[in-house]
Structures are given as structure tokens and as C-alpha cells.
């Protein structure tokens, strides 16, 4: 990151408010707490991503219902979206570790009783949607509190670091998740209930971690700001919070801290956006393939193409961030348009694996640029709700993006489908391009 005078848009509280930072710091490679936290991190992820396709296959063996393996994720994704707002409160009065402890011990109590429940014959639909709202707010509880933790537990010139880090974890989930739980399921040895168990047992293991960052030396502790509030964060002038309502209580103070941040509120827009259109990019590439009659296994590679992608876009999230946040922003959404465009060309999908590798390239530059503007300038006592605040609103198109991406699936030719999303996005882009502080932003120190 540049060392540039942050815009009055982006200007919040000092870096010092959120207390004094270890000197020296002990380096990222050392910092158990961190390291340990990650690996964590890294097992939960694994698992959410086997039990994403692991669910769907149980659910068509047990209805024959491709729409119903759609409404588990449905309710999945609205539970986690009704658990953000509640979930950051928590993280604010509660301690983080011991939050991400009973949330994640609460999602392998859960999926180990689905295990049984398979292996018994017992399963039924309303038992699976039951197990999705809980999976989802379990999944918001731990998300909103584990990201608040990483950044009480490194240096602040370590924060894009251990982001980029977390970035790797993320992207390599997605790559090893799908075929894991695909071979795992095909085992067969105990009515396919393999790939649930190794979901639990991932869920064990963040448990166990986050256990034993109590013992490892390293980090930085948990600090609290003076009275200030959220609300001042990224805005033109003072802000206090309403009257009657202390700011420790208000589960709201998150997102009007982000809707009060003209940077911020533009960013989020328009990774929301991306994140609508590409919660069903999976599903219009598999049409579009199969109706050039390519193997599943082949699809399978082509898809998985996106998440290397990913993990080779990490390190160039330091060279990306020398551009300006906003102008990197609104750049890669234009590189995004005539990319996501050329899909809908049926050129086999050797062609698709090199575009979506070439989509998820500038991906987590995107991912840690809103994290640090988001984590490095919010008040520790409310980083929690900010958090949340920002998961919920990034996410809250992804139920809109499953339905109408089916929709159009339905009334147009796949390709006809792929540049309307193409379509919606240069909208979102556009509109987004009309905004000057977006141009004028600057990093925050």
C-alpha cells in the first residue's frame, strides 16, 4: 500500500485509537496465534466447501429434486444473512475466540447429526432445511467474529499480510473442496455419509484451534478505543449515536457507519453486484458445456480453473494495491465485462478454464482492499458489527443472483443468459464510474 494521504472520504480514526502496536512485532511466519487462527480458518473452509456439494448430491439421491438441492442453499445463504446483524453485536461484547469456539462446535454438533441421521436412514428434507438455517448462522456467527480476531491478534503493518494469507486458504478450499467431496461421496462404505463426517471433523478442528490460541504466545491483544463510535468512521464529520441508545448495544451502528462512507458504500455496491452475477456463473457455464456435450469430469476441471486463478492472483495483491482503491476497483470491473462476455463463445472448455482462471485473478486484491479499509479503521469495540454489516450487505444479492440466474436459464439460451449477467454488471460498473470520490480515494495509512 502507498503511504498517500487518505481522502477525507476514507479518514477515520488514528491506527493508535485501536491501541499500541507490539514493538517489534513478532513476524507473521512466527505469530502462533495468528498461524493457529489460520489453520483453523483453513480446515472450516475446507469443510464448508466439501459440504457445499456434498449436501446437494444427498439431498437429489433422497427427493430425485435438482430445485430442492436449490432450496437448501437458499436457506443456507438466508440464514447466514439473518444471523450478520446479530452475529457482529456478539463479536463486540463477547470474546471473539470463545464466540468462534461454541459457533464452530456448534456447526460439527450439527453436521454430525446429520451424519447419523444418514447412515440411519432417518434423513428428510425438513431435517436438512433445519440443519441449513443453523449451518448459516452458525456460518455468520464464526465469520463475523474470526475476521474481527485476526486483526487483534497481528501488527497493523501486518494486516495486508495475514489478509493475503487468509486470501490462500479461502481460494484453496474452493480448489480442493468439490473433487474431495465428490471422491469421498462415490466411497460409498457408509450410505455416503463420508464426506459429512470429514465436514464435522473439520469443524472439530477449528474448534481445537481457536482452543489452543489461549496458549500460544504471539499476537496482539484485544484492545478497546475510547469512547468513539463506528459512525465517525469514514465520514465528513462528526457522528454520535442515537440518543438513548448506547453504542455497545446498537446493532445497527455498522450500517450506517457504511452508508455514512461514500467509498465504502460505493465499493460494496459494486462487489455486490459481482457477487449476484457470480453465485450463478457456475451454474450457466455447466449449461453452457454440457450443451457441447463435454464430460462432467471435464466440467469439473473447467470450474476448478477459477480457484487457481485465485490462489495465482495472491501475490499480486501488493503490485494491484498500488493503484489507487478506487481506480483499482472500477478497473477490475471493466476487465470483468468483455472477460465474462467471451464465455458465451463455444469454444470448448479449455477456453472457459482460462477465462474464469483469468476472472478470479485481480479477486483477492478486491477482497483484502475491502478488508483493509473496513478492518484497519474501525474502533476495535465495534469492528464486529462492521464486519457483519459488510457480509450481510455484499451478500444480500446472492439470493436474488440463484433465483434470476435460473430464471434466465430457463427463458433464454445459455449464452443469451450469460450477457444479460454481463449486462447487469456493466450497469453496475457504469454507475459506479459516475461517483468522484471513487476516483479520488485514497489508502488509509
Same mark, same amino acid.
Given at each position: 500500500?502507498?503511504?498517500?494521504?487518505?481522502?477525507?472520504?476514507?479518514?477515520?480514526?488514528?491506527?493508535?485509537?485501536?491501541?499500541?502496536?507490539?514493538?517489534?512485532?513478532?513476524?507473521?511466519?512466527?505469530?502462533?496465534?495468528?498461524?493457529?487462527?489460520?489453520?483453523?480458518?483453513?480446515?472450516?473452509?475446507?469443510?464448508?466447501?466439501?459440504?457445499?456439494?456434498?449436501?446437494?448430491?444427498?439431498?437429489?439421491?433422497?427427493?430425485?429434486?435438482?430445485?430442492?438441492?436449490? =432450496?437448501? /442453499? &437458499? !436457506? #443456507?445463504?438466508?440464514?447466514?444473512? @439473518?444471523? %450478520?446483524?446479530? *452475529?457482529?453485536?456478539?463479536?463486540? +461484547?463477547?470474546?471473539?475466540?470463545?464466540?468462534?469456539?461454541?459457533?464452530?462446535?456448534?456447526?460439527?454438533?450439527?453436521?454430525?447429526?446429520?451424519?447419523?441421521?444418514?447412515?440411519?436412514?432417518?434423513?428428510?428434507?425438513?431435517?436438512? =432445511?433445519? /440443519? &441449513? !438455517? #443453523?449451518?448459516?448462522?452458525?456460518? @455468520?456467527? %464464526?465469520?463475523? *467474529?474470526?475476521?474481527?480476531?485476526? +486483526?487483534?491478534?497481528?501488527?497493523?503493518?501486518?494486516?495486508?499480510?495475514?489478509?493475503?494469507?487468509?486470501?490462500?486458504?479461502?481460494?484453496?478450499?474452493?480448489?480442493?473442496?468439490?473433487?474431495?467431496?465428490?471422491?469421498?461421496?462415490? =466411497?460409498? /462404505?457408509?450410505?455416503?455419509?463420508?464426506?459429512?463426517?470429514?465436514? %464435522?471433523?473439520?469443524?472439530?478442528?477449528?474448534?481445537?484451534?481457536?482452543?489452543?490460541?489461549?496458549?500460544?504466545?504471539?499476537?496482539?491483544?484485544?484492545?478497546?478505543?475510547?469512547?468513539?463510535?463506528?459512525?465517525?468512521?469514514?465520514?465528513?464529520?462528526?457522528?454520535?449515536?442515537?440518543?438513548?441508545?448506547?453504542?455497545?448495544?446498537?446493532?445497527?451502528?455498522?450500517?450506517?457507519?457504511?452508508?455514512?462512507?461514500?467509498?465504502?458504500?460505493?465499493?460494496?455496491?459494486?462487489?455486490?453486484?459481482?457477487?449476484?452475477?457470480?453465485?450463478?456463473?457456475?451454474?450457466?457455464?455447466?449449461?453452457?458445456?454440457?450443451?457441447?456435450?463435454?464430460?462432467?469430469?471435464?466440467?469439473?476441471?473447467?470450474?476448478?480453473?477459477?480457484?487457481?486463478?485465485?490462489?495465482?492472483?495472491?501475490?499480486?495483491?501488493?503490485?494491484?494495491?498500488?493503484?489507487?482503491?478506487?481506480?483499482?476497483?472500477?478497473?477490475?470491473?471493466?476487465?470483468?465485462?468483455?472477460?465474462?462476455?467471451?464465455?458465451?463463445?463455444?469454444?470448448?472448455?479449455?477456453?472457459?478454464?482460462?477465462?474464469?482462471?483469468?476472472?478470479?485473478?485481480?479477486?483477492?486484491?478486491?477482497?483484502?482492499?475491502?478488508?483493509?479499509?473496513?478492518?484497519?479503521?474501525?474502533?476495535?469495540?465495534?469492528?464486529?458489527?462492521?464486519?457483519?454489516?459488510?457480509?450481510?450487505?455484499?451478500?444480500?444479492?446472492?439470493?436474488?443472483?440463484?433465483?434470476?440466474?435460473?430464471?434466465?436459464?430457463?427463458?433464454?439460451?445459455?449464452?443469451?443468459?450469460?450477457?444479460?449477467?454481463?449486462?447487469?454488471?456493466?450497469?453496475?460498473?457504469?454507475?459506479?464510474?459516475?461517483?468522484?470520490?471513487?476516483?479520488?480515494?485514497?489508502?488509509?495509512?
Amino acid at each position: 500500500m502507498t503511504g498517500e494521504q487518505m481522502a477525507p472520504a476514507l479518514r477515520t480514526l488514528p491506527d493508535d485509537a485501536l491501541g499500541p502496536a507490539e514493538t517489534p512485532a513478532t513476524p507473521l511466519w512466527r505469530n502462533l496465534q495468528f498461524q493457529t487462527l489460520w489453520a483453523g480458518s483453513a480446515a472450516s473452509s475446507l469443510g464448508v466447501s466439501v459440504a457445499d456439494v456434498a449436501y446437494p448430491l444427498a439431498i437429489l439421491a433422497l427427493t430425485g429434486s435438482p430445485a430442492k438441492a436449490g =432450496l437448501f /442453499a &437458499a !436457506v #443456507l445463504t438466508v440464514g447466514m444473512l @439473518a444471523g %450478520a446483524l446479530p *452475529a457482529g453485536q456478539l463479536a463486540d +461484547r463477547q470474546d471473539r475466540r470463545t464466540i468462534v469456539i461454541a459457533a464452530e462446535s456448534a456447526r460439527a454438533a450439527v453436521t454430525a447429526a446429520v451424519t447419523v441421521g444418514l447412515m440411519l436412514g432417518w434423513l428428510s428434507l425438513p431435517l436438512l =432445511l433445519a /440443519a &441449513a !438455517v #443453523l449451518l448459516g448462522i452458525g456460518q @455468520a456467527v %464464526a465469520g463475523a *467474529a474470526r475476521l474481527a480476531l485476526v +486483526r487483534s491478534v497481528v501488527a497493523d503493518n501486518q494486516l495486508t499480510a495475514a489478509l493475503v494469507q487468509d486470501e490462500v486458504r479461502q481460494n484453496g478450499a474452493a480448489l480442493a473442496g468439490p473433487p474431495l467431496a465428490g471422491w469421498l461421496y462415490e =466411497l460409498g /462404505a457408509l450410505s455416503h455419509a463420508v464426506p459429512f463426517l470429514c465436514t %464435522a471433523a473439520a469443524f472439530a478442528f477449528s474448534t481445537l484451534s481457536a482452543v489452543a490460541m489461549k496458549v500460544m504466545p504471539g499476537g496482539r491483544r484485544r484492545s478497546v478505543a475510547p469512547a468513539q463510535t463506528a459512525e465517525n468512521m469514514p465520514t465528513s464529520g462528526p457522528a454520535t449515536a442515537p440518543v438513548g441508545r448506547k453504542p455497545e448495544s446498537d446493532m445497527f451502528v455498522g450500517i450506517r457507519a457504511l452508508w455514512r462512507a461514500p467509498v465504502v458504500r460505493a465499493a460494496m455496491l459494486l462487489i455486490m453486484i459481482a457477487n449476484m452475477i457470480g453465485v450463478g456463473l457456475d451454474l450457466v457455464v455447466i449449461v453452457i458445456l454440457r450443451h457441447q456435450h463435454v464430460a462432467a469430469g471435464t466440467i469439473g476441471l473447467a470450474i476448478g480453473a477459477g480457484a487457481v486463478g485465485g490462489l495465482a492472483g495472491a501475490p499480486l495483491v501488493k503490485v494491484l494495491h498500488r493503484l489507487k482503491p478506487g481506480v483499482l476497483l472500477l478497473g477490475m470491473g471493466l476487465y470483468w465485462i468483455p472477460v465474462l462476455a467471451l464465455l458465451a463463445l463455444p469454444f470448448g472448455p479449455w477456453w472457459v478454464a482460462g477465462l474464469l482462471f483469468m476472472t478470479m485473478l485481480g479477486v483477492p486484491a478486491l477482497r483484502v482492499l475491502l478488508d483493509v479499509l473496513i478492518i484497519r479503521q474501525t474502533p476495535d469495540e465495534q469492528r464486529g458489527r462492521t464486519v457483519a454489516a459488510v457480509t450481510m450487505l455484499i451478500s444480500a444479492g446472492m439470493p436474488a443472483g440463484m433465483a434470476g440466474t435460473g430464471l434466465l436459464l430457463q427463458w433464454l439460451p445459455a449464452q443469451a443468459a450469460m450477457l444479460t449477467l454481463v449486462g447487469v454488471l456493466a450497469l453496475g460498473v457504469g454507475y459506479c464510474a459516475t461517483k468522484r470520490e471513487l476516483w479520488r480515494a485514497r489508502w488509509p495509512h
